[in-house]
């Protein structure tokens, strides 16, 4: 099994520009969710989605959009990037858990530069 | 503003050493978990304990929780080189099953040989 693909894995970008970092999964988990990583502040949640189309968002939502056509695929959107927006993005999955327990199975990450 | 703070944020020690972790939380939780990234990699998943549970081991680590103090501990035994890396705890922050999780800021561990 690929677990939890994520491209690109390297992006740098101008401010204003748009981009999509895409994510699959082959494990037919329902749940996905999208984190930022930066230097001293951990993972923070961007947004989630317990099933194809339905999402949620996170702590950190502005300026990402996503959508949860398929249960595979769980795309995440900058719409204008800023400088800001530069981070370490990683995608993760989880089976529903009957007691309610979701471990999460992370992709590589996406490092983004937003110049 | 996140569930999770940890302590120290960076732990070195020598090769055989025993390296304990520190992790509290500020709401009701369901479950705690660990994970663990080496530099570069996406996180993955160690050890889970639920709110009803005071310790668990695997392995060479040993997890306690104490929900009165809103804490967690991870001891890592005779620790090894391959052992250096981040080490994170997450919580569900009660949201129950949603598979969102809410985590620390993370413990960078240096193991020297």
């Known amino acids: 099994n690929a677990g939890v693909t994520q491209t690109p894995k390297f992006q740098v970008l101008k401010t204003g520009q748009s981009m999509t970092l895409q994510c699959a999964q082959d494990m037919n988990h329902e749940y996905m969710s999208w984190y930022r990583q930066d230097p001293g502040m951990g993972l923070r949640l961007i947004h989630y989605s317990v099933g194809a189309g339905i999402t949620d968002q996170g702590e950190v939502p502005n300026g990402y959009n996503v959508s949860r056509s398929t249960t595979e695929d769980f795309p995440l959107r900058l719409l204008s990037a800023a400088p800001s927006q530069t981070s370490v993005y990683f995608c993760?999955?989880?089976?529903?858990?009957?007691?309610?327990?979701?471990?999460?199975?992370f992709g590589a990450g996406s490092r983004l530069t937003v110049l | 503003s996140q569930q999770g703070e940890e302590d120290p944020q960076a732990l070195s020690i020598q090769e055989g050493e025993n390296a304990t972790m520190n992790c509290s939380y500020k709401t009701s939780i369901n479950n705690l978990q660990w994970y663990r990234q080496n530099s570069g990699r996406g996180l993955v998943h160690l050890i889970l304990?639920?709110?009803?549970?005071r310790e668990k081991h695997s392995g060479r680590l040993r997890v306690t929780l104490d929900t009165s103090k809103k804490s967690s501990s991870l001891l890592i035994t005779a620790s090894r080189a391959a052992d250096t890396a981040s080490y994170f705890c997450?919580?569900?922050?009660?949201?129950?099953?949603?598979?969102?999780?809410?985590f620390g800021q993370g413990t960078t561990l240096q193991v020297k040989p």
């Open positions: 997450a919580t569900d922050a009660g949201s129950g099953n949603t598979g969102k999780l809410i």
């Open positions: 304990i639920r709110s009803n549970e």
């Open positions: 993760a999955s989880s089976p529903r858990s009957a007691s309610g327990a979701n471990v999460l199975t």
